[in-house]
Structure formats: C-alpha cells, structure tokens
C-alpha cells in the first residue's frame, strides 16, 4: 500500500506537466509540503514532447532539467505517477482527496539500466511520439524521464515477455503483483494542472487528417523536428520517408471554428512560425513554406519573432482559411481555399501539410471529479465558488508555456493562502 | 565545520560497473591515491541496504565527507540525499562504462578513466565543507509593493491574504494607476458553460472595472499601509533585509525594512504626439484609447460626444496598431496585446450608448487570444462593430470631419472613410527606471561613435524608481524596449536582482486580467525570496543551497572584477574598496570566484580548490604513452546532462576525457585552464549555454563572460609556447547528445594532429 503522508496543510497539485511542476516546486521551495500527481508514468507532459520553444528556439529539456533538479533535492515535495485524482470530498482547507495508482510492475529499485527493455520483445506504439515510432514492452519513456524508472506495459502481464522482464532485472525491481489501488489522503489546497490535449484532427473532415498521410499535426511535426524522434529529425512525408520541402501550416486548425472549437488557442500562430524555420533551416533555400492565415497572433513581444520569419524569403503568407484539402499525384497533399487578400481562389500542392491543431483542455466538462466553474469551452475559471481549488495553466485558458508558468506561479500563493490560513499564520 | 573531516568511499559494482571494471583496483585507487579513510563496495548502492550502509557510517563511525563512486550526480539523486555530510560522486556508469565500448583492447584505458574519476572524487570531497548558513539570517515577512496601479494594489492584497504584511508605496495622489481612468474593463471570463453555441448567444459585456473595490479592499485591510505621493529615494540591503527610505512629497522621510520587494509599476501610454500623420493634437478629435476612457466614463451610459464641438458621435473610426508593430523612428516595435480587445470594448460603447452609430475597427491582424478573447470578439460581432483588414496610412482633418485614408487589405485597394471621432490604439510603455547598465555601455564603449550612442541612451534614461544602492546601477536591468524582464520561457520571474520581483507590464505588455495574475506570481516569488533568505537557502535555481561566497581579505587586490561581472548585482564595495557580499542577494553561480584573478573567492562546497584539486589528480602519463588528457568543464544543466544522455544513446566518447561538472561556465576560473596545461593535459574543451540575446544561461550573464574570459587564454597559450588549437570553448544545448561528446573527441583527433603537449613531467 502506497503511504502519503499529508495533513490539511499539505497542498494537492493535480498534473504534472510544466505548470504542475511550477506549482508544486514554487510552493515547496517556500516550505509547503506539496502531493504531485501526475498521470503519466513521468513528469513534463506535453513540454517534454516539444523540441524547440518559441520565441528563443532554446530547448524545453533544459528548463526541464532545472525543474527536475528542483524536484528531486526538495524534501518537501511528494511525487505519485500513474496516479490519478478520481475524487476530492469537503472544504477549502480541508479536503480528502481520492487518487487512483496504476501499477507501474516496477518499483524504486530500478536503476534505469535497460536490461528489461532489452530482454522482452512485444512492440506498441509509442505515445511519447504520437504513434509516429514503436517502443518495447518494457521501457523508460524517454531519454529524460523523471522519475527515471522503467514501466512495464500493461499488455505484456501475463505474456512471456513480463516473465523475462522480471528475469532479466538484477535488482529486483520488476514485481508483476503490483495492482492498482486508490488511496484517500488529506489537504487544505488543490491547485488543478491538467492541461491540454490536441484537438482531434480527425473530427475536421475537409482536411483529410485521417485519410492522407501527408496531412499531420503540429504536435506530431514536433516529434518530427527533433533529432532524438521517430525521424530523427528529419522532415520528411510519412507516406514515403522522402524530404518534405514544400511545407503548408494551416492555422486555426479547429479553432475560432463554430464547428469545433469555439476559442482561439493562442499557442499556435507561434507554433507554426517556430516551425517554419525547423523547415527552412533544414532545406535553405529549397524550403518552400506556405502559412495560411487569418490573423497572426504573434502577441506583444512575440512579434519580434513573427518579424524574423517573414523575413524568410521562403516563408510566405496567406490569408486564408482552407476550405478543403485533397490528395493528389503521389500522394501530394494539395491545399484548396481562397486568398481573402484579393479575393483569388488556389489549389496548392504540397509534401507535407502540417494542421496547427488547436489546445482543449485534457479534462472533458462533465468529467471533473470535484465542483468547478468552467466555461463554454471547459476551460477553469477564477471563482470564489472553486472554494480552496485553483487552477494553473492551461487547464484555466489556451496558454503558452511562459504564460502558463506564471499563471502557476500565482496559483501556488492561491492555495498557500488557504493553507496558511489552515495553518494559522494568516492575520 | 568543528569536527575532524572524515573522509569515506563507496563503490557500486551494480549496472555494469563491476562486470567491466575492476573493483578492487578502484577501490585501491581510492585508499591510496584517494586517501580515503574506509572504502567499501556494494552491489547495488542505491539499494536500501547500500544506502543504509553509507547513512550507518554517518551516524555511528563519523563519516562526515563521502565519495560515491557509481552513477552520474543526476541519477538516484534522492537515494543519495545526505544532506549532513559532504559529498562528491564519481560517474562511472553514465560517465565511464556506457560511454566506452566493451572489449579487451579498450579496457586499460577504460579503467584508467574510472580510476581518474575516483580520484577526481576523492580529491574534490577533500577540499569541500558542509555548508551551513552564515547565520546572518532573519526572517522578514514585510514586503515593499512599488506602485499602486491595479498590479501594485492586486500584489499587496494577495500577499497580505497570505499573511505577509506590506507596505504599498504610488507616487501618485490616490491608488488606481494609469486603469484607473477606466470607464469599463474588457470582461475576464468567457461564455459560461451553459450558453449554447449560437450566434444569438448571450456572451460577455464591458463590465465594471472593479477599481474601487480594491482600492476599498485596501484600505480596510490593517497589513497593507499605503503611502501615497512617495517615492523610494533608497533602497539597499538584501532579500530579508531590505531597508528603503520611503519620501512624501511634503518632504518626509520613513525607513523601512523588508523581506522582498515587488515593482509594479506599470505602463506608461504611449505619447501620441509621436503619430502626426494620425492628426494626432491636430484636432481635439482624434484621440487615444487611454483618452477614450475618460470621455465614456463623462458620458456614464450617456452618447458619447466629441470633443471639439459636443455633437454626438455617429461614426468612430479604431486605428490599431497606431504607432505599433513598426519599425518608424519613435514607433513601437512591439504589439501592446491588450489593444485589440480594448478597442472592441470601446466600440460597444458607442454600440451601446450611441444610437445609429458607425464603429469601425481597422485592423491588421485582430488579436483576441483563449477562451475570452475570442469569445468577446464574437460580443464586439454581435454588438455590430464592424471590422476590416485595413492599414491605416493617414488620418485629414478637414474642417469638422476626419477623413481615415487606408488601404483596405481585402479589397487590396486605397480607400478612406468619413468619420467623426478617430480613436488610436496606442500601446504600453514600461514605467521603468533607467537601465543599470546603461552607464556600464558609455564605459565600455569600444569606439566613439558606440559611445555617442549608449550616450544618447544615457542622458533620456528615465528617473529611478528603486534607487538601488547597488554597485550596479539603481533599478532593474532591461532586457529589450525597456521591459525589465529575463526573457527566460520556464522561469518568467527569473529575476536579475534577487529578491526583486516585476510584475506587470513592466515586464511585457499586457492588458489588466495579465496585469493581475502576472502580480500574484510575482507576489509568490516575492514571499519564496524572503523565506529562503530566512533559512540562508540561495533564490532560484540553486534552492536549498546554503553554501555562500566567502573571500580571503588579506589576498584580495581590490582589482573589482567581481563586483562588476556578478550577474546579480550582488556584491557590494564596502567602505575600503573590499568587495561586500551580500550573500542572500548571491544565487551561488560562481562567476565572481572565476572571475577573480588572486583566487580569493569561494563556496564551502565549490571552489577554486574542488575543481583544481580534481584536474590535479588526474594520473598525467608520459608523452611516450601516447595517452594523451582532455579536460572538458562542463555546464552542470545543459553540457553535462547531454553527455549523460549521449552515454544512455550509446554515443562513444575517447577514453582520454576528463569531464567536470561545473555550476555555470562563468564560474570557471583562468587559472584552472592555466594549471591543467601547466600540468600536462594536451587539450581542454569548455562547454557553456548559449549567451547571445536569446541566451539560455541560468545565470544570465555567466556564459557570456566566460567567453569573454576565456577569449584571453590565447595569451596563456602563447606565454607557454602552446598552439591555440589545445583549447576550444564551445556552445552547448542539452539537445547536443551527438555533438557533445563529438566535440571532445574533435579535440582528442586534433591533439593527435599537433602532438602531445610537451608539459609532461
């Protein structure tokens, strides 16, 4: 049985990805103990899976090995993964939260060694890629994974392959009678880092995600661009593993759409400008790089950087919401719509067409486990009626990584305040 | 520490160790050369068992400075966590055996190298001290808020809610800042979640500013005390001990003390006078949307009226952008963020309250970001505002009527429309004080028409508003257009004066919802400085480091290089021209030890000797050997995990190689580089974060001064007759996991092209 020691003063951070991780971390660097749990098997969410970070082009892993570093010297911070918040029951300052543990089947004794990787067999897709690339049966999520502990995958138990998982481990850290099992424990404060999730592509027909393979996602071209990925780091058409060099970004790909998302979700204007140059410092001058458009929301000091892009010669703009895309010689995605500057109608024909899928927030509406006010698009808002629950990130509105940091920031003095008052120290 | 040091080594044979390396010679080596006291082997040190080995030896036979001999100082970190004692790790798993191939022909070399890694170890743990804090702590709760817009006042609401009290400092005559002209404010919540999607939908309205609200909050709540008409005219000290002099207008001086300190001091709008080609003070009818405000708050629900003649306004045009976005001598480069959606809130106004009037907004791109922006743009489309893609090129007054000349983006056509009020959407200028390192840019000017122009910068720099008493400069350092923030993605309250937090637009542009969440993570981070400066712990990123710099008075020269290149700001001179650390303004970088030239300056747990006595003790073979040593000093964040990781690739690195961790390049000190040649190593290779405007540098600055430094270690070179080819500094990403162990390898390869160095004993 899986112990947390935790009182009414403990804080409850709900998501582990990079505003979870703010939270939980600037909290406990201020002497709170602080609960971490996080869904999947690691810590970073969707921050591990990006390559670079606009506007900087730096790369998310060193931010992240800052905040992993943090994580692993603080005494006061207790971290669950493959854990899940199914339910929170009583009153700011004094809830009882209930949070479901998946079995790993491998416990802190792992050293990160990789002989259970190598001895099984079984492949699945890997989600850290998107499906875009397998991964054994047995494996550390990826190269940076915090906690640095294997996991076995639930569909080899029972299969051979967890047998010679277990056999292959010198240090007895494979133990296959690991089952779930869901502890209550209590806290004063919730700070709810859920996150996001990419819309689903599929849902946009005319575009033909699910029918053409040269049509994909931001997210998944993320994975694309970086050289540890599925193509490592080659840009190139998934049909056929040839270089994508003519390259379209559609914008609002599933928001501001009646039709699907009703938000804007900010992130991706920027996404598909950092993008552009993944493309461009690939191919130079044979790059050819399409955006279609309806504003750029490269907003304050973002703009400096939409300034670099078009400045790329081989970076041209289109103001135009696609109306369709359908698939031509070869495989070749080609782009239908019209340009609204103008008003003249093209078919453009492309390697790769890459959607700037929009964020949702990863928690559906009607699933939260807790009383909370969302709004149309389900994403938190501040209220007083939330009790001692706040939200941090992009749970509470479609956010970039810099302002999702700062709005966790904030949320760790919400739930300090509740627990200081739990504490008796306000006043 | 009192106690005799007692020195312990531990080695793990688990993960491979044991299978390809020689346990018993590392153990020796580490006895021997190591000159430690016990040396003990374990299987798998990480277990229980090997951990309660090591924490019995602490408590029952001690062991006071440990060497652990087993995986990288990443891995197992909270296994190993003895924070009583001190401590080294040598890397032999990430750092040895996973980054060497296997067979018998690699193997003395191989061995070698985990054999230098144990006396590297040893060596550093030797010269290193349990650092505890200085005892100059106390715990401080107050915080000082400067500024008493709606930032200033949300910062000392949130803080003293938690329990920290604050004195909240505005120069001017009541609270409210520049937002407090606002008739209404741009609604903070998106549609609620029962209304359906449908174009007929009730959707969310201008709402009540809530000013005064706050404003009320704040002067019923006992924790906050409010001066108005002040200024600070001083403030010195540290996190923890701030003290500021706090000036009325009247002439009054108060001193307080304080734990952290919050600037909040907003925007300044943008003077329009700047924008002729708008008819901007041509005619009382063009006017800015800060401007608007005041004329909708006059009208209070009534038709708003020009202001030239009081006739009714039945058409209004919205310039966006006006002066932004562009590159115009006395523009903008940036977009002000928040204007967008400030002009459709204005041309609900006279939707709502204007009966049959036109409102236009012109518009390049519309920027209503998330949930609320786009939802309230669909509000502004509801409430018929009608919008076009349109550049605005110039703005005629002609008699009574204004004429808007642009081109219609749509149309791709040069049009223009009759109106008869012009409102600009101006942007945000950071209410800052002058760039510390202004000054600094005249200083170092390298030649006359530089100067000239930091010159310039200089003499229109704006009055100070923290009047830091700081060895470098009064107020917080800027980053570009005046914004004072770090520019740092996954830290946005990174700050380059500890315990000095910016909330607010003085950090980027931003409208009032950002404003006021932007203020409480400040407020956060504000509280976090005071307490850890409390319990002697250095400020982001080292958190829970007690270690601090110290200094031998006698040796130092008073040659000031430290007091200049500390990122921070952090040291001082005091009365006698001695450098004065002020230890919780001190993040623990190091830069000021590397760059000090009489080696007086060091950490109890880092220091010139840590990484000397490591380079020192690496086993130097004879030229004839032909086993030549590369030294490569690492970034602990960026270089040093991409090694790790290239090991977990099964990336291959020359058996040669010596790598040390080091907290930031500008922590590395000329006279290692200077030693480790003196003593026989043939090439060295320096890896730091990239420094340029985007630098990726935790400490800011430390990258870049290492380069700067280290670009004078040709002259080293060339006193000792050595090619300048034997050290290379290098850029390196976490990502690098192929390059940098390729880039230690080119050096091992460029070695074996000019030779072993002749320096060999």
Redesign the interface.
């Given at each position: 049985m899986t112990e947390v020691v935790a009182t009414n003063e403990t804080i409850l951070v709900v998501g582990g990805g990079i505003s979870g991780m703010t939270a939980a971390l600037e909290a406990a660097e201020t002497g709170k103990q602080v609960v971490l749990v996080e869904k999947r098997p690691y810590l970073g969410g969707r921050v591990s899976q990006l390559y670079k970070y606009f506007p900087k082009l730096c790369f998310p892993t060193c931010g992240l090995e800052i905040n992993q570093r943090r994580s692993k010297m603080n005494p006061n911070l207790t971290i669950l993964t493959m854990a899940e918040v199914t339910g929170i029951k009583g009153e700011k300052g004094s809830y009882t939260a209930s949070v479901k543990l998946s079995p790993r089947y491998v416990n802190e004794n792992c050293t990160a060694c990789g002989d259970c990787a190598k001895a099984v067999e079984a492949e699945f897709d890997d989600d850290y890629n998107y499906g875009l690339s397998k991964r054994k049966g047995a494996y550390l999520p990826y190269r940076m994974a915090h906690p640095a502990l294997y996991v076995l995958d639930p569909r080899i138990i029972g299969t051979d392959d967890a047998q010679k998982a277990k056999d292959a481990c010198k240090y007895e850290a494979v133990d296959l009678d690991m089952a779930e099992e869901t502890i209550d424990f209590p806290c004063g404060a919730v700070i709810w880092a859920t996150g996001w999730q990419p819309y689903d592509a599929a849902k946009i027909q005319p575009y033909g995600y699910d029918r053409f393979d040269n049509v994909v996602t931001s997210v998944e071209f993320e994975r694309m661009a970086d050289p540890g990925g599925p193509t490592d780091g080659k840009i190139v058409r998934p049909s056929d593993g040839e270089e994508a060099k003519k390259v379209a970004f559609i914008q609002c790909a599933g928001s501001r759409d009646r039709n699907h998302l009703l938000h804007c979700s900010r992130i991706c204007c920027m996404a598909s400008l950092k993008q552009c140059t993944y493309v461009s410092d690939a191919y130079g001058e044979d790059a050819d790089i399409s955006v279609y458009y309806i504003d750029i929301r490269a907003i304050d000091r973002f703009e400096d950087f939409y300034e670099k892009v078009q400045a790329i010669p081989q970076v041209k703009f289109i103001k135009s919401k696609p109306a369709s895309i359908v698939e031509g010689t070869d495989k070749r995605p080609v782009v239908h719509g019209v340009d609204t500057e103008g008003y003249n109608r093209f078919a453009d024909e492309h390697d790769l067409v890459v959607l700037a899928i929009g964020m949702e927030p990863s928690v559906d509406k009607d699933s939260f486990p807790v009383d909370i006010v969302i709004n149309r698009e389900g994403f938190i808002e501040a209220a007083p009626e939330n009790g001692g629950v706040f939200a941090a990130g992009s749970a509470s509105d479609a956010l970039d990584v810099n302002r999702s940091v700062q709005h966790a920031t904030g949320a760790a003095l919400r739930a300090i305040q509740v627990v200081n008052g739990a504490a008796g120290v306000e006043g | 520490m009192a106690d005799e040091k007692k020195f312990a080594g531990y080695i793990c044979t688990?993960?491979?160790i044991g299978e390809r390396l020689d346990a018993g010679q590392l153990e020796t080596t580490a006895k021997r050369d190591g000159k430690m006291a016990e040396v003990k082997q374990h299987e798998?040190l990480?277990?229980k068992e090997g951990v309660a080995m090591i924490r019995d030896d602490i408590d029952n036979n001690g062991a006071n400075h440990i060497m652990i001999a087993a995986?990288s100082r990443?891995?197992?970190?909270?296994a190993f966590?003895f924070t009583d004692v001190a401590m080294s790790r040598a890397n032999l798993r990430e750092g040895v055996i996973w980054l060497r191939p296997e067979g018998d022909e690699h193997q003395e070399t191989t061995q070698e190298m985990a054999d230098d890694y144990i006396r590297m170890a040893c060596a550093e743990v030797k010269f290193m001290t349990q650092p505890s804090p200085s005892g100059e702590q106390t715990l401080n709760k107050t915080l000082l808020v400067v500024g008493g817009g709606v930032t200033g006042m949300t910062s000392s609401i949130?803080a003293a809610?938690?329990?920290y009290p604050v004195h909240l400092v505005a120069e001017e005559a009541k609270l409210g800042g520049v937002w407090a002209d606002l008739y209404k404010r741009v609604p903070?919540?998106?549609?609620?979640?029962?209304?359906p999607?449908s174009k007929k939908a009730d959707l969310p309205q201008p709402e009540d500013p809530g000013i005064d609200e706050m404003v009320a909050q704040i002067e019923a709540d006992s924790r906050i005390r409010v001066h108005l008409n002040a200024k600070i005219t001083k403030t010195s000290g540290a996190p923890g001990r701030f003290s500021a002099d706090i000036s009325t207008e009247s002439g009054s001086t108060a001193t307080e003390n304080f734990g952290a300190i919050v600037q909040a001091t907003d925007y300044k709008p943008y003077d329009a006078n700047k924008l002729p080609e708008f008819a901007y003070g041509k005619t009382p009818d063009v006017v800015t949307n800060f401007e608007l405000e005041k004329l909708a708050k006059e009208a209070n629900g009534a038709p708003l009226k020009r202001p030239s003649d009081g006739k009714e306004v039945k058409s209004v045009a919205f310039v966006q952008c006006a002066g932004q976005?562009s590159e115009k001598e006395g523009h903008l480069?940036?977009?002000?963020?928040f204007c967008c959606t400030e002009s459709i809130k204005q041309a609900m106004y006279f939707k709502a309250q204007n009966p049959g009037c036109d409102a236009t907004v012109l518009f390049d791109?519309?920027?209503?970001?998330?949930?609320?922006?786009?939802?309230f743009y669909?509000s502004g489309q509801q409430a018929q505002v009608t919008f076009s893609?349109g550049k605005v090129s110039e703005v005629v007054a002609d008699g009574g009527d204004l004429k808007v000349k642009f081109k219609d983006?749509?149309?791709?056509e040069d049009t223009e429309m009759d109106c008869d009020l012009v409102v600009l959407a101006t942007g945000q200028v950071p209410h800052v004080g002058p760039d510390p390192y202004a000054q600094l840019a005249v200083d170092e000017a390298e030649d006359e028409e530089e100067k000239a122009k930091a010159q310039a910068i200089l003499e229109v720099a704006p009055p100070s508003i923290l009047n830091l008493d700081y060895r470098q400069g009064t107020d917080l350092p800027q980053l570009?257009?005046g914004?004072v923030?770090s520019?740092?993605?996954?830290?946005?309250?990174e700050t380059r004066r500890t315990g000095i937090y910016a909330a607010g637009p003085v950090r980027?542009?931003?409208d009032m919802k950002?404003a006021m969440?932007?203020?409480?993570?400040a407020?956060?981070?504000a509280?976090?400085a005071a307490?850890?400066a409390a319990?002697g712990s250095a400020a982001?990123?080292r958190?829970?480091d007690l270690s601090y710099p110290s200094f031998r008075k006698e040796g130092c020269t008073q040659c000031k290089r430290c007091t200049v290149e500390c990122p921070f700001g952090a040291i001082n001179e005091d009365e006698k021209r001695y450098p004065l650390f002020n230890e919780s303004r001190c993040r623990r970088c190091g830069t000021c030890m590397g760059a000090c030239p009489v080696r007086v300056i060091s950490f109890e747990n880092y220091s010139i000797d840590t990484v000397n006595q490591q380079i020192k003790n690496v086993e130097i073979p004879d030229e004839f050997e032909e086993k030549p040593r590369i030294l490569a000093l690492a970034c602990e964040?960026?270089a040093y995990?991409a090694l790790d990781?290239a090991a977990?690739?099964g990336e291959e690195l020359t058996p040669f190689a010596r790598v040390i961790p080091v907290r930031c390049l500008g922590s590395v000190s000329l006279s290692w580089i200077t030693d480790a040649l003196n003593s026989g190593y043939d090439g060295i290779v320096l890896m730091g974060?990239?420094r340029d405007e985007?630098y990726?540098c935790?400490f800011v600055r430390g990258s870049a001064i290492a380069a700067e430094r280290m670009s004078k270690v040709g002259d080293t070179l060339e006193s000792l007759n050595l090619e300048p080819e034997r050290v290379a500094v290098y850029e390196v990403?976490?990502?690098d996991?192929?390059r940098a162990p390729q880039l230690i390898n080119d050096m091992a390869e460029t070695v074996e092209k000019i030779g072993m160095s002749p320096f060999k004993f």
């Open positions: - | 688990g993960c491979g798998m990480c277990s995986c990443r891995a197992k970190v909270e966590n949130e809610k938690a329990g903070f919540r998106a549609a609620a979640v029962d209304v999607n976005r480069p940036y977009c002000s963020g791109d519309l920027r209503t970001p998330g949930a609320a922006g786009e939802d669909r893609k983006l749509i149309l791709n570009k257009y914004f923030d520019h740092f993605i996954c830290f946005p309250y980027r542009p931003m950002q969440e932007d203020a409480v993570g407020t956060m981070k509280i976090q307490e850890n319990r982001h990123p958190v829970g964040n960026d995990p990781m977990q690739a974060c990239r985007d990726q935790h990403a976490i990502t996991i192929k």
